[in-house]
């Protein structure tokens, strides 16, 4: 169903990120929809009603009934859950404050693991919305209008295996044309190589240690189509970000990676790797040797005993111990950027990311929370994973990620010194101002 531009804006105008409220079930406060080929599903419903909430080693369907006219988006993302945390009884109830002049009556979106391993649970999050019904991106507009207040830096996805890889980067490149501006660009593909740790769904090089024989979830692992991928990404002048956290999945795509440079002689594509929680030492070393972009999680390296007890059950010790390795990375010439993995995680936050990358833990959080001190970083060196690596990254480091003259004005004011002050006095650092192309658009 198409929708006008009109009520787009409006639309747009009546929600704001910050005034809906998210979607509260029983053992799980908020939960992620993912559909079989992680596309973009926008749902615009008011009052959600999950029925036919299954786990199951299959993929199931839930709908989501709209007996109110009103818009949320519903954005996204595969987040798996040990089976301990699974809530028992799934109800969620979301109610946004915006009414919408078309309702939809109900939407249906895929639920359940990939390929049939793990378990998966959903996140609904009211906020922005950022497509209309045709999936058309309302950043383009906002950027167009001069409204758009904000840099994003843009992947499209790509099916798993896809028999179409060159085809797939034309569309990427079509998008690119169409809806590159001032703030708004895409740069590249999409693709998950892997899953998680946590749901038994990382590609691993070895077995699980509880589950003999298995070795994970290989989603994107044909070589040649992985090539062939990054060979057109580079005939387009893009790149490829792709979702590793086995050490399986980052030696496979590492490979990939290498290959395709080599035959179309461009060692500066700066494709990126994204998690890397378990990697071999060979692999360490291999991410500088081919300019492949470390994009880390720090806040998730530390040793939380919700969480690190159970990777150690899956993969062992030493893999557990030593994940995440990212002043490795850096000391072997690699480029470490920070991510927020948002909305799978949504409460990232650059101040205690900093201090994670320096302490490996929070200034308040107990010493036993540390893991592998040895992959501690410098306080210059986590500053630049949130800024001047980012905009290597992307290509951008002549005019962003750092202040200097003839560089944008794009900056954030806090009101503690990151390079001087005590990091008890860091950790409750605020923002005091947000400057965008020179201009103040958020004030304490």
């Known amino acids: 169903m198409q929708q006008s531009k009109q009520h787009q804006k409006h639309a747009r105008q009546q929600l704001r990120p910050g005034q809906g409220r998210k979607a509260e079930g029983r053992g799980v406060g908020v939960f992620e929809m993912a559909n079989s080929l992680s596309g973009p599903i926008i749902a615009r419903t008011g009052r959600l009603e999950l029925e036919d909430f299954r786990f199951s080693s299959s993929l199931e369907e839930c709908i989501l009934k709209n007996p109110a006219a009103q818009v949320c988006a519903v954005r996204t993302g595969e987040f798996p859950m040990p089976e301990s945390l699974l809530p028992k009884a799934p109800p969620v109830d979301v109610t946004i404050d915006c009414e919408a002049n078309r309702p939809i009556e109900n939407t249906v979106a895929r639920w359940g693991g990939v390929r049939g391993q793990g378990d998966w649970c959903c996140r609904v999050e009211t906020g922005e919305l950022l497509f209309d019904e045709a999936g058309e991106p309302v950043m383009e507009e906002l950027d167009e209008e001069g409204k758009l207040k904000m840099y994003s830096f843009c992947g499209s ?193 650059a101040v205690q990311a900093f201090c994670y990358g320096v302490l490996k833990k929070l200034p308040s959080d107990p010493d036993d929370y540390i893991r592998n001190i040895d992959q501690a970083i410098s306080r210059h060196e986590a500053l630049k994973t949130l800024t001047s690596n980012v905009a290597y990254m992307w290509h951008e480091e002549d005019r962003m990620g750092s202040i200097s003259v003839g560089k944008l004005a794009n900056f954030a004011v806090l009101d503690r010194d990151f390079m001087h002050d005590d990091f008890a006095e860091i950790e409750k650092a605020v923002c005091l101002a947000t400057i965008v192309d020179g201009d103040v658009v958020y004030k304490a």
């Open 157 to 349: 996805f790509v099916n798993d295996n896809t028999d179409t890889p060159e085809e797939d980067m034309d569309r990427i490149a079509q998008e690119a044309k169409e809806y590159n501006g001032k703030h708004v660009k895409v740069i590249g593909a999409k693709v998950f190589a892997d899953g998680v740790v946590e749901g038994h769904s990382a590609w691993m090089l070895d077995d699980y240690v509880d589950k003999p024989g298995y070795k994970g979830v290989r989603r994107f692992d044909d070589h040649d189509k992985m090539v062939r991928l990054v060979k057109a990404a580079a005939a387009h002048g893009m790149n490829v970000h792709v979702h590793s956290v086995g050490d399986g999945a980052t030696r496979a795509w590492i490979d990939a990676f290498a290959q395709a440079q080599a035959e179309t002689g461009n060692f500066d594509m700066r494709n990126a790797l994204a998690h890397l929680q378990e990697m071999t030492p060979e692999d360490v070393k291999r991410m500088g040797e081919y300019n492949v972009m470390a994009v880390c999680g720090i806040m998730w390296a530390v040793k939380h005993p919700a969480g690190f007890a159970q990777e150690v059950a899956y993969v062992g010790e030493e893999k557990s111990n030593n994940a995440y390795p990212v002043k490795s990375i850096m000391d072997a010439g690699g480029v470490v950027a920070n991510h927020s993995d948002y909305p799978v995680s949504p409460l990232f936050s």
